[in-house]
């Protein structure tokens, strides 16, 4: 296994030396901010990105995420030039060594959250989702934590529209078609690609999401079989949805060796609704020993970053992705997986 940590760039408030100090790190996961989905990256911006990190004595192996644009999951007739984009994008990634590759096929909220500061017993806050909470969003009238910034009422309440009219099929369909055409280049430059599940995974605001169980995976990799065409395990989005077993899921796909790169986060149920409040990686309803060991029996060889973290020690950190708890994850990972690659 190789560690990481997600950098958003130079506009993080968390120095990358201070990531170089965390034991065991290896690798930044990051991206090109600077761009909209559908749009081309330049090379200078990736060759900078990974010189900063090159310099502070980090790799920059994975980009999280080349992100794919509403009108290709959508199947619009602007979806072949963005397509193009996309394996444009995947060129400038190789030609700077990148080895993986992260997106998602999510309609609209790439995650979702009723609370971003959940006050927790213990004094930490994190981000949480409460049914109760949701159940109160009145979708006409849409306003979510995180996600009132990046669009516009109007926006929302058109975009929400439009896939109304899109079923899971259909949305399938045009992951299938996107895949087709952006696996050969993955397979020509030799770049994994990997799938983020849906956050949290079921359907959101009538949004069709097709990344959100074992049947949707299953489907993927049999219509395109290239193991260019992989998963990004994210224990906390996939074990969401009580339907998931994650353990079981880490061994399956890692024995077929799809599995590229994981997030590893721990969450507690709070009730029996699948509300849920994101807990310090080393505790709550996730056995991550068991992952972890199931990563490592099943061969898995790839990338882990620690995900999502609380806020502790007093800091006030962009939410999920403080530096304290999320090194702590970073260590606390390196134990189970140091610990299950000696009992193999
Ligand atoms: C949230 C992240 C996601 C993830 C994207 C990958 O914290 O896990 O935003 O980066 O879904 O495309």
Redo the contacts with the bound molecule.
């Keep these: 296994m190789k560690l990481g940590f997600r950098w958003y760039g130079p506009s993080d408030s968390i120095p990358l030396t201070y990531i170089r100090e965390i034991s065991g790190m290896e690798t930044v996961v990051t991206s090109v901010y600077s761009y909209k989905p559908g749009e081309k990256w330049d090379l200078e911006s990736l060759k900078a990105l990974k010189k900063e990190a090159n310099e502070k004595g980090l790799a920059m192996d994975v980009i999280?995420?080349i992100?794919v644009s509403e009108d290709i999951k959508r199947g619009t007739p602007l979806a072949k030039e963005h397509i193009e984009t996309f394996k444009h994008n995947l060129r400038l990634c190789a030609e700077v060594g990148v080895k993986v590759v992260?997106?998602?096929f999510?309609p609209v909220f790439?995650?979702l959250r009723t609370e971003m500061h959940h006050q927790n017993p213990d004094g930490s806050n994190s981000l949480s989702y409460s049914y109760d909470d949701f159940c109160k969003v009145d979708p006409k009238n849409l306003h979510l934590p995180g996600w009132d910034e990046s669009y516009s009422p109007e926006e929302l309440q058109d975009l929400l529209k439009i896939y109304q009219g899109i079923s899971h099929e259909q949305l399938r369909a045009n992951l299938i078609r996107f895949l087709q055409e952006v696996i050969p280049v993955c397979e020509e430059c030799d770049i994994k690609l990997a799938i983020?599940p849906d956050?949290p995974p079921w359907d959101v605001f009538g949004l069709p999401r097709i990344v959100s169980c074992e049947a949707d995976l299953d489907a993927m990799f049999e219509a395109v079989p290239s193991i260019y065409n992989g998963l990004?395990l994210?224990t906390g989005?996939f074990g969401a949805g009580k339907h998931n077993d994650v353990a079981h899921m880490a061994e399956k796909y890692a024995k077929q060796g799809r599995i590229h790169f994981a997030?590893l986060r721990n969450i507690l149920f709070t009730d029996d609704h699948d509300s849920f409040v994101e807990t310090g990686h080393a505790y709550g309803s996730l056995d991550m020993a068991k992952i972890a060991k199931a990563l490592v029996d099943n061969g898995f060889d790839g990338y882990v970053r620690p995900?999502?973290g609380r806020n502790i020690f007093g800091e006030n950190g962009k939410p999920?992705y403080g530096l304290y708890d999320r090194a702590l994850g970073a260590a606390y990972i390196k134990g189970l997986f140091d610990m299950a690659e000696k009992n193999k």
């Design positions: 999280e995420s992100p992260c997106y998602n999510m790439d995650w983020h956050d990004t994210c989005s997030h995900d999502h999920g």
